[in-house]
């Protein structure tokens, strides 16, 4: 369930409620008296390890207080969510038995909050449940606060763990049951977030979008979604980076994020996330600066797919395509995104992240195992990516 200015429209793959606007966290006592009946019920308290000094965390937990329910913190998270963490909160929880989740913070902490809510109800360790709807019934209630504006983890049907034994990424899905039940979109959450992790998950955002738009499974109402997301990052990005205490393009970005997430919870992704989830499993790169490398690059590939949708790419972000046809005015959009990543000071090579050039040819054969096939618009071969990666190297 979706609110704006006071009305509420369902939306996305399960009953999300999100609430927004500047200062809307003062909501999370109205959440959590929703959910918890018994002032001895506890509340599982997950945050960023970064924030525990800031305001906005000191503001979160004055509510929490308020609430009269008993509360555990877990601060211990970092920009990766692991098996680890993801077992020591679970043990933490059978001796606490909390009855909600909270989750302030980036895409890791919401992650971790999905996957322990899954092993409080169901049991087990995180492993057991990696891939599609492994488990049957809901898991522990989950309200999310996102403090970046990128993963729109708040709204999608999964979640990323990391096994620390493979290093491989693992995928939780679940469409009714894996997005939070509440989620809070707040861009005070957003105002200590240091410029360059702004810029990483402000890429991610959009390359969710663009890589649903331009999806073999994409709809109407995906695409509606993600023109949207498309267009409010291409507008407000650059000031949300060049300044977060800017409220406005703070919203705009949180909004976007979430609308990216409900597009491509219900579309999935493409060769992008393909390419940059093995950057990061092999060279630790922040998985938003990775997309942003990769997508230029990827863009040009699948261009030559879907000349209509890159126009429309084009047209959202501001390009002028008048009596254009339809691969020039697709170009324009691959260009635009190169200038989009110059201005946030990405990086433009993969080599500058760190990427050794001998690991590619293991890298473009786990993107083609991986099967992005069925949803990246032109088919790719092994060599393909192999090409791929060294265009972006």
């Known amino acids: 369930m979706m609110m704006f200015g006071g009305k509420s429209a369902c939306v996305g793959p399960a009953q999300t409620q999100v609430q927004l606007g500047v200062g809307s966290h003062k909501n999370l006592k109205g959440a959590v008296e929703n959910f918890l009946t018994s002032p001895d019920q506890r509340i599982l308290f997950l945050c960023d390890r970064a924030l525990v000094s800031t305001d906005f965390f000191k503001s979160v937990e004055g509510i929490l207080?308020?609430?009269g329910h008993p509360f555990d913190l877990f601060s211990e998270i970092d920009a990766e969510p692991t098996d680890t963490i993801v077992g020591k909160v679970h043990e933490q929880c059978k001796k606490n038995k909390p009855s909600l989740i909270l989750a302030v913070g980036g895409g890791s902490s919401i992650d971790i909050g999905k996957a322990v809510g899954i092993l409080i109800v169901h049991g087990g360790v995180v492993h057991d449940y990696e891939g599609p709807n492994r488990y049957k019934s809901p898991r522990l209630p989950l309200i999310a606060i996102p403090t970046t504006a990128g993963t729109g983890s708040e709204v999608t049907g999964s979640c990323i763990i990391t096994n620390t034994r493979t290093e491989v990424k693992m995928s939780i899905t679940h469409s009714l049951y894996n997005p939070a039940n509440v989620a809070i979109l707040d861009p005070l959450a957003l105002v200590t977030l240091p410029a360059m992790p702004a810029a990483g998950a402000g890429m991610d955002a959009f390359t969710h979008a663009m890589e649903s738009y331009i999806n073999l499974n994409a709809n109407y109402v995906t695409d509606a979604y993600d023109l949207e997301a498309m267009a409010l990052i291409?507008?407000?990005l650059r000031p949300f980076v060049a300044n977060r205490a800017n409220?406005?393009?703070?919203?705009?970005?949180?909004c976007a994020s979430c609308l990216a997430g409900l597009g491509f919870t219900n579309t999935g992704v493409g060769n992008v996330h393909g390419m940059s989830r093995f950057v990061g499993t092999f060279f630790?790169?922040?998985?938003?600066?990775?997309?942003?490398?990769c997508l230029p690059v990827v863009a040009e590939f699948n261009l030559l797919a879907s000349p209509e949708k890159f126009a429309r790419v084009a047209a959202v972000m501001g390009e002028n395509i008048a009596g254009l046809t339809a691969i020039e005015a697709g170009r324009k959009a691959v260009d635009a995104i190169r200038r989009l990543n110059a201005d946030l000071g990405i990086p433009s090579r993969l080599r500058d992240l760190g990427v050794k050039e001998s690991r590619i040819p293991e890298m473009a054969d786990l993107c083609f195992k991986a099967n992005y096939n069925t949803r990246n618009p032109r088919y790719t071969t092994v060599n393909d990516f192999v090409s791929l990666y060294?265009?972006?190297f």
């Not at 409220?247 to 949180?254: F, N, R, T």
């Not at 630790?284 to 490398?293: C, D, F, K, L």
Request: glycine content about 8%; overall charge positive; proline content about 0%.
């Open 390 to 392: 060294q265009q972006a």
């Open 65 to 67: 207080k308020d609430t």
């Open 284 to 293: 630790h790169v922040a998985h938003g600066i990775a997309n942003a490398v």
């Open 247 to 254: 409220l406005d393009a703070g919203l705009k970005m949180l």
């Open 234 to 236: 291409s507008k407000s």
